[in-house]
């Protein structure tokens, strides 16, 4: 595991400045990088080095929320809105994953296709199948990317072909999933779908679980109005949306929480997810094609708060995360807050989102080593272009480039 890559690399610093190493060697040692140097340092010279010439090398992307089940549906029932949508499009493909024979082939053509995306790290839903869940855990095992995996937990308002039958058959069946959870780059995390989906009982005990065996958790927020008004009415007592996920102990402060969209998040809510280490899942795409809204992403950077990107697949369609820096982009420039930069979204799909891997998403000293070797050549035809404009045009013309290699703590997985 211990290599030297020569390229270009371009990474961010945890102020969201751009780090530009031209023509330089990146040491891998035990999966973890020992530094960016000009030249190969002496106790570094027995390394075996792969020069990848001029080749753009960058941190491996990390998409901080899809569904591996709504591989197969992306791109349909765009018309619709979230809670439509749901029970239209989404709870009829979901409950196709009781029959693991099924469940297995469709998750392998999800999993080829991660490996075969910019993503390095992925923290993913799965169905509330507990079997089938475990199956997509051991394909994503075998890819030799490092994922976060949920068995999803729903009890209420759901139809009844696609919803846990008691509180106690969603706990015990977590729980038995758990016990079977032996993976060493597949975790498992807490993923009630959200609050509309799952009872105050059943979000009190997997609070529990998230503390009984030291897991984080994973969930929605604040995506779509008609389902912000639903939580008002299911919950008339509670302060908002973020305060009932707060009251079960599913919302940071101890163990890390991911919520997906947090487009009409109120100040104080914005203000609770700093407090609580929150990580913020911003996912302009789906937001877009759902018509849910804008998210005020730069009012979440702006106080600080963990901010990375998800494809949301499906109700994004594709799982190219440099699309979804593009997009974010684009949808920032059409809000009231200042537009965010290409230096913002490259960090939110690398540092920003890797941070809640730990030390990932960037090549600092002893961060993971993740990398991605992209060339493209097929648009720097006369060269003229210097690294931070070719990371721009790569961003934006990501289709157009070859990725040519990836690496996950130093393992190359293709």
């Known amino acids: 595991m211990n290599k030297i890559l020569k390229g270009n690399f371009i990474f961010t610093d945890e102020n969201r400045n751009l780090v530009i190493k031209p023509n330089a060697y990146g040491v891998c040692e035990n999966g973890l990088c020992h530094g960016i140097f000009d030249q190969i340092p002496i106790r570094y ?34 018309d619709c809105e979230l809670l439509d949508w749901l029970n239209k499009y989404i709870f009829p493909v979901e409950r196709k994953y009781s029959n693991l024979q099924y469940a297995k082939v469709m998750y392998s053509r999800f999993v080829s296709g991660l490996l075969a995306s910019p993503t390095s790290r992925a923290v993913i839903f799965g169905t509330i199948f507990k079997e089938s869940t475990l199956e997509l855990m051991k394909l994503l095992e075998l890819s030799g990317l490092h994922t976060f995996v949920g068995k999803v937990n729903m009890d209420r308002n759901s139809p009844s072909y696609y919803m846990e039958s008691s509180v106690a058959t969603s706990i015990s069946d977590t729980i038995a999933w758990l016990e079977q959870c032996n993976f060493t780059n597949t975790l498992p995390i807490i993923t009630p779908r959200f609050v509309p989906s799952c009872s105050e009982e059943l979000l009190h005990k997997l ?3 998230l503390f009984s065996y030291n897991l984080n958790v994973q969930s929605h927020l604040c995506e779509n109005i008609n389902e912000v008004d639903l939580v008002k009415q299911l919950h008339p007592n509670e302060n908002s949306y973020s305060a009932i996920y707060n009251k079960y102990s599913l919302f940071g402060s101890i163990n890390k929480s991911i919520m997906a969209h947090c487009v009409y998040c109120s100040d104080e809510e914005i203000e609770l997810s700093k407090k609580n280490n929150v990580f913020v899942a911003h996912c302009p795409s789906a937001n877009i094609n759902l018509a849910s809204g804008i998210a005020p992403i730069r009012l979440f950077l702006d106080k600080g ?26 949808l920032s420039k059409i809000s009231k807050l200042k537009p965010l930069s290409i230096q913002d979204v490259f960090f939110m799909a690398t540092r920003g989102g890797g941070s809640f891997f730990g030390k990932v998403g960037a090549f600092d000293l002893n961060f993971d080593f993740d990398a991605l070797v992209i060339d493209d050549s097929n648009i720097n035809l006369d060269g003229n272009f210097s690294l931070s404009q070719r990371l721009e045009r790569l961003i934006y013309l990501s289709t157009e480039c070859q990725l040519i290699s990836k690496f996950v703590k130093g393992v190359r997985l293709f």
């Open 45 to 78: 010279l027995t390394y075996e080095v792969l020069d990848f010439d001029d080749c753009l090398i960058i941190p491996g992307l990390c998409d901080l929320h899809l569904h591996a089940p709504q591989y197969e549906v992306r791109g349909a029932g765009m």
């Open 207 to 209: 609070g529990e679980l």
């Open 305 to 330: 708060v963990n901010v990375g990107l998800g494809t949301d697949i499906g109700a994004g369609h594709s799982l190219n995360l440099f699309n979804e820096m593009v997009c974010a982009i684009q």
